[in-house]
Nanobody, 126 residues
Framework: EVQLVESGGGLVQAGGSLRLSCVGSGFTLENYNIGWFRQAPGKVREGISCIHLRNGNTYYANFAEGRFDISTDSAKNTVYLQIDKLKPDDTAVYFC???????????????????WGKGTLVTVSA
């Protein structure tokens, strides 16, 4: 079964850092764009960042520039999201998702992702 499992969330104080992990099983992440998304309480899900595993190209939402960094460890079939200088507004469920490569759409659009993890909750206290 194809699975994506996020981990690394938790309760942190504002100004702290977290590194979230997304581990794939049942398929090789290198054949996909892997994206990170988040959904805050009462808000719609939004894209944060994504990475093309085969060439390492990365993409970031405007709000994510600077404080968010996406990376991968292909040997572990894992994609990471480093978050620094956490703010209370970062509180959300963070998801990773995989997109089949096509070239027909901009990468890592929410509507075009093929597989989703169940999310990991990040709570940032003021």
């Amino acid at each position: 079964e194809v699975q994506l499992v996020e981990s690394g969330g938790g309760l942190v104080q504002a100004g702290g850092s977290l590194r979230l992990s997304c581990v794939g099983s049942g398929f090789t992440l290198e054949n996909y764009n892997i994206g990170w998304f988040r959904q805050a309480p009462g808000k719609v899900r939004e894209g944060i960042s994504c990475i093309h595993l085969r060439n390492g190209n990365t993409y970031y939402a405007n709000f994510a520039e600077g404080r968010f960094d996406i990376s991968t460890d292909s040997a572990k079939n894992t994609v990471y999201l480093q978050i620094d200088k956490l703010k209370p507004d970062d509180t959300a469920v963070y998801f990773c998702a995989a997109e089949e490569l096509s070239g027909f759409y901009p990468p890592c659009q929410d509507y075009n992702m093929n597989f989703w993890g169940k999310g990991t909750l990040v709570t940032v206290s003021a």
